[in-house]
């Protein structure tokens, strides 16, 4: 599946409410809905001008309706599905963002690894992405996110018909 229009994408965001992670994954008992709005809250606090980040934060979540049962593809389900959509970078940070193993700056410098700033905001997106799953904060609503999606879509376009 790819999505093809802001409506589309806000459409599966909603369709996300009262939708839970597999059993056995960490905050199963999260709603995808809700864990989506704050993921993307945590990353506009943190990185108010990266409206990609922001945007991958709150998209991640569609995987598990795209693939149920299939934790494994659902990173690369939903990174497919958004990637004609908002591009290449938020497509890759929804992808990596289950199926890269964590490490941080400081182990990959250890490790003798460089970092190059994609790490960093993949760094970002996993703790957002995993203290969003107890916080405890009014997040706003999905309508809230529009503009921003439809900013992306619309530069997305533009890169992309320029290529």
């Keep these: ?8 994408l806000m459409d599966l965001l909603y369709a996300c409410r009262g939708a839970r992670p597999a059993p056995g994954r960490t905050g199963a008992g999260t709603d995808l809905h809700q864990h989506a709005l704050r993921t993307a809250a945590l990353l ?10 922001q945007v991958a934060g709150l998209v991640q979540a569609i995987g598990p309706l795209l693939r149920p049962g299939d934790r494994t593809a659902q990173p690369g389900r939903a990174a497919d599905a958004v990637r004609p959509l908002l ?25 003798g690894r460089t970092c190059d700033p994609s ?11 995993e203290e969003s799953r107890t916080a ?3 997040a706003g609503v999905l309508e809230d996110w529009r ?17």
């Design 44 to 53: 506009r606090r943190r990185r108010p001008a990266d409206k990609e980040l």
């Design 119 to 129: 790490d960093d905001d993949l760094l970002r997106l996993r703790q957002a992405a």
């Design 87 to 111: 591009g290449e970078r938020v497509a890759r940070l929804v992808r990596a963002q289950v199926l890269q193993p964590q490490i941080s700056r400081s182990e990959a410098v250890v490790q």
């Design 147 to 163: 503009t921003v999606l439809e900013l992306l879509a619309a530069r997305n376009s533009r890169l992309g018909a320029v290529d």
């Design 1 to 8: 599946m790819e999505l093809r229009s802001v409506e589309e």
């Design 136 to 138: 405890g904060f009014d």
